[in-house]
């Protein structure tokens, strides 16, 4: 009874790891850490091993990720074995053959008994490694290899699942391209039909109200109409910002320069809402060559989300500082103020998202579009009461931005 059960283990065994090597290489690939997950719990079944832990690199190895039960390890941990495998060993680790005391150490606190290297492009990036076999359940050499094709099978998946995502990610850009593109061919059409009517509507609107001056209610009425055609007027112009293509007119410019013209302008905004204002400028900012009027648009629009945010008073600071290494000038506006929730954080650039009434939702659809155009890059950063707009900006020109 007892060798009729280990038999059909064995068989079990061979039968379940084929069928999970056929699984990882049949497998679409969309969510791989889904796939890395299933890897560890069919190892487990397949072998009655409790104990597989599926280790891999990442980042220059400063990283280590775990699927599988001994999520604590550490390099740390496991510095001998990798140094072992760095030497370009790709058998499996059996801890009966191994002579390495440092290695047998290790192996011995984490309670492994087998590792198979994991390597991409003789890069070691991976570790597979399983405990003890239950009583009885011993692996044989057939399953080894089963599993050393296994940990193969896994780096050509991630490697596989890497391409892919760069894929989708370069086509989700794409996508995104062509839609702000062609919103900006409809802008541009729909703002002029709709600019010269919006004028005439306005105007007629003013003589009314002049006509009317001594009915209060149709007064009333007539300035909800004026502050919508206002509105309306702000989106039809905020689309022309948006959709003007760029033209070649660029200029040299002190980027601090640009900061403090904007602040001439939003400066009584500010004081109205009881913001205070600091600038944190260094000394030797270079001169840049760009065109004025998109960089204007930037700082313009993040200023004014700022004071915008901090209805209740508040302090914004501005800080520009010039890296030579990487060759950016580095802006970043800090406004205290409410948080941006992680939902609205995803939004925020998005053309006509606002959670303002008489917002176009189009400022920072523009400040992305313009950063775009002038090779720089964005991030934000919303915690503890406090929201930081990053903005970088080459000092020179052919400088590529990822
Ligand atoms: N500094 C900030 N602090 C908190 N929320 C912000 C900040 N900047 C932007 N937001 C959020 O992002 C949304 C989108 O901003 P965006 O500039 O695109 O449009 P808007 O400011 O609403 O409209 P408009 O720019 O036409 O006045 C804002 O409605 C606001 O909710
Ligand atoms: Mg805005």
């Given at each position: ?12 065994t ?17 969510d ?36 599988g ?25 059996d801890?009966?053959?191994?002579t ?42 057939e ?10 099978q ?37 703002a ?114 700022a ?7 508040g ?49 920072l ?15 934000v ?22």
């Amino acid at each position: 009874m007892m060798r009729k059960l280990s038999f059909k283990m064995i068989t079990d065994t061979e039968y379940l790891l084929n069928e999970l090597s056929h699984q990882i290489s049949t497998d679409l690939l969309i969510d791989l850490s889904l796939l890395l997950e299933n890897i560890v719990e069919s190892i487990k079944k397949a072998t009655a091993i409790k104990n597989v832990n599926l280790i891999l690199f990442k980042e220059g190895r400063t990283q280590v990720v775990i699927h599988g039960e001994n999520t604590f390890i550490t390099r740390k941990d496991i510095i001998n074995t990798v140094k072992y495998f760095d030497k370009g060993e790709i058998a499996v680790l059996d801890r009966h053959e191994v002579t390495d005391a440092s290695i047998i150490n290790e192996m011995k606190r984490l309670e492994m008994f087998f590792i198979f290297p994991i390597f991409e492009e003789r890069k070691l990036t991976g570790l597979l490694t399983l405990g003890k076999s239950r009583r009885g359940m011993r692996l044989r050499a057939e399953n080894l290899e089963q599993l050393m094709l296994i940990a193969n099978q896994i780096s050509s998946a991630m490697a596989k699942a890497e391409l892919l995502q760069e894929k989708l990610q370069m086509e989700r850009k794409m996508y995104e391209n062509e839609k702000l593109s062609s919103l900006g061919r409809l802008s541009t059409s729909v703002a002029h039909e709709v600019k010269n009517p919006l004028s005439s509507i306005k105007a007629i609107v003013q003589v009314l109200k002049e006509d009317s001056i001594n009915e209060s209610k149709t007064q009333k009425s007539l300035s909800i109409i004026v502050e919508e055609i206002d509105r309306l007027t702000k989106v039809v112009n905020q689309l022309l910002v948006f959709a003007k293509p760029q033209m070649d007119c660029k200029s040299t410019v002190k980027i601090n320069d640009v900061i403090n013209k904007v602040l001439v302008v939003l400066r009584h905004e500010a004081k109205m809402n009881n913001v205070n204002i600091y600038l944190n400028i260094q000394n030797d900012l270079p001169i840049i060559t760009v065109d004025e009027g998109s960089l204007n648009e930037v700082f313009f629009n993040l200023i004014h989300n700022a004071i915008q945010a901090m209805s209740e008073g508040g302090k914004l600071t501005i800080s520009m500082s010039y890296d030579q290494q990487d060759d950016y000038i580095t802006t970043v506006f800090e406004n205290t103020g409410p948080e941006i929730s992680d939902e609205d954080m995803g939004k925020i650039f998005e053309p006509f998202y606002t959670t303002k009434q008489m917002g176009t939702g189009l400022g920072l659809a523009i400040v992305k579009k313009k950063l775009e155009e002038l090779r720089g890059m964005i991030k934000v950063k919303s915690e503890n009461s406090s929201t930081k707009f990053t903005v970088k900006i080459p000092s020179s020109e052919g400088v590529l931005v990822g």
